[in-house]
């Protein structure tokens, strides 16, 4: 059984009228290399007319996200050309490597009508090797993900990145890593073994379960030790899960707002390239 050695809270941040929670990083948790920061996006409801996200146009560098949509949806658009409407259940992909500015924001439906909200977004870190490489977006809806059934169906795994039981993920990463949302039954469960090497990262999104053990409530995160390999998991109520897993790259990682490099010097760069136009052109 893989060794849990913290159980962490996240911290209430609300993002103008957008309620927000982030268990890394924060006091306790830096980090869970090559895994970045997580932010929870509601539960909430909007009213009609309202004015939905309030991610307006803004650079990244060095890093990736991956973005969770529960409930509502995202209008994407960057400087690279990408754009997509992504609703409940899809997932969005986007690579920023060496520079791009990008745009989050409600449909204009999700706008005018209001709805029910809730999107986590995750960043993953890049390799030294790839921070410069060149962006790329993808998204995805609920019925482009492969979905692998454990459990009699108790157990719904969406697999986006790597392989379950022969299940191959729906995005290719820019490195090995596993990643899966998890639909649990309550009184459902599942077992993983995952390599020592290894780190995992396991965030409760709604719900409460047990694993190997230790009951861990909705909006908490599990920083395990690497020790061992198995993880047992049991719903104590219906319950949906972030797990991914990867191992760690142990390269130095200075994040500066929304560029993560691997010095001061290079975030310095990035600034100034962003500065100079470097990250491509914004047309509304």
């Known amino acids: 059984m893989r060794a849990i050695k913290k159980i962490h809270d996240s ?19 830096e980090m869970i290399d090559p895994f970045l920061f997580l932010n929870h996006h509601g539960h909430q409801t909007y009213p009609a007319h309202n004015r939905g996200l309030p991610f307006g146009p803004h650079p990244h560098r060095g890093m990736e996200t991956v973005t969770f949509i529960l409930e509502g949806d995202i ?3 960057d400087s690279s ?18 520079g791009l500015i990008h745009a989050e924001v409600s449909s204009d439906q999700f706008k005018k009508n209001g709805g029910d909200l809730e999107i ?15 962006p790329n977006y993808i998204g995805l809806q609920k019925e482009e993900i492969p979905v692998l059934e454990l459990d009699d169906a108790k157990v719904k795994v969406q697999q986006l990145f790597g392989e379950w039981n022969g299940v191959k993920g729906a995005f290719e990463g820019t490195f090995p890593v596993t990643m899966s949302t998890i639909y ?25 379960v047990t694993v190997n053990s230790q009951e861990v409530d909705y909006r908490q995160l599990v920083e395990f030790e690497n020790t061992g390999e198995k993880i047992e998991v049991q719903a104590t109520e219906k319950s949906v899960i972030i797990l991914g897993h990867a191992k760690p790259f142990n390269e ?3 994040a500066q707002g929304p560029f993560v490099m691997n010095s001061e010097a290079q975030i310095r760069e990035a600034y100034q390239d962003y500065q100079n136009g470097k990250f491509g052109s914004w047309n509304g």
């Open 11 to 29: 911290e209430y941040r609300p993002i103008a009228d957008l309620i927000t929670y982030s268990p890394m990083p924060t006091q306790s948790l």
């Open 75 to 77: 209008m994407h658009k």
């Open 81 to 98: 050309g990408h754009e997509s409407v992504i609703g409940p259940g899809g997932v969005q992909y986007m690579t920023a490597g060496k």
């Open 120 to 134: 986590l977004q995750l960043w993953l870190n890049l390799p030294a090797s790839k921070k410069m490489m060149t």
């Open 184 to 208: 649990l039954d309550k009184g459902s469960k599942f077992e993983k073994d995952i390599p020592t090497e290894e780190n995992i990262f396991f965030y409760v999104v709604r719900g409460k």
């Open 252 to 254: 130095p990682v200075v």
